[in-house]
């Protein structure tokens, strides 16, 4: 039973162009969603958050949207460079039980 | 000035071994936490401890047992090792607030491979 999904397993897009990666939770205890950037080899990296009581978050190039109503989260990446390209994970947290849920994972490639 | 680190990187090892991974956090955090990637790349809790308690046990087999011997350190004991325990493991640590949403940072993980 997947709590959090990320339906698409891959992206392409061109240097320069917005990259928007979506995740969709099912779980309604959730009230924390982060996104991680992660390289093959590497632990995944803190990329940015956003707490349910608001609708988005901005930090440089990333943006993180949240639609409550429709159990829905996207990120934003403008513009997009090719060292972006890495597997973004989107994780849910239920901050009473502190453990994260995450989606599968989005491999973006961001071509030159 | 690496955050979390994990010991060893890369684990082979045969069915029926125990072995033990490492991890240490210098960021003074309170909370830490086990996570498997299975062959699906689903990354899934294990365990979570908080200064040294056991905070959560996600079914895991009792092959597995983590040790926390101080709030800076939690490693994963697993006894009797199987074919399917053949993942990769990461350690994650988070400062423990009550009224606070706190990230949690992760290791570079742990590729257990199992012959």
């Known amino acids: 039973d997947q709590q959090v999904k990320q339906n698409s397993p891959s992206l392409s897009v061109q240097e320069g162009r917005i990259s928007i990666l979506n995740c969709d939770y099912t779980?309604?205890?959730?009230?924390?969603f982060l996104w991680y950037k992660k390289y093959p080899a590497e632990g995944p990296t803190f990329l940015i958050s956003?707490?349910?009581?608001?609708d988005k978050n901005e930090d440089g190039r990333f943006t993180v949207f949240l639609n409550k109503s429709a159990k829905h989260l996207s990120l934003h990446i403008v513009p997009s460079q090719p060292g972006d390209s890495a597997v973004y994970f989107c994780?849910?947290?239920?901050?009473?039980?502190?453990?994260?849920?995450f989606g599968s994972g989005t491999r973006l490639q961001v071509q030159p | 000035d690496t955050a979390v680190s994990q010991t060893p990187k890369y684990l082979v090892t045969q069915m029926g071994n125990d072995k033990s991974i490492k991890c240490e956090q210098n960021?003074?955090?309170?909370?830490m936490y086990w996570y498997k990637q299975d062959s699906k790349k689903f990354l899934k809790i294990m365990f979570s401890?908080?200064?040294?308690?056991?905070?959560i046990n996600e079914t895991v087999p009792n092959r597995f047992s983590p040790k926390s011997p101080d709030k800076a350190h939690l490693n994963l004991h697993i006894n009797s090792l199987e074919l399917g325990d053949s993942a990769v493991y990461f350690c994650?640590?988070?400062?423990?607030?009550?009224?606070?949403?706190?990230?949690?940072?992760f290791g570079p993980g742990t590729r257990l491979l199992v012959l």
């Open positions: 401890y908080n200064n040294k308690e056991l905070i």
């Open positions: 779980n309604s205890m959730f009230d924390y």
């Open positions: 994650a640590s988070s400062q423990q607030k009550t009224t606070t949403q706190e990230t949690q940072y």
């Open positions: 960021l003074g955090h309170d909370t």
């Open positions: 956003i707490s349910s009581i608001k």
């Open positions: 994780a849910a947290d239920d901050t009473g039980r502190r453990a994260l849920t």
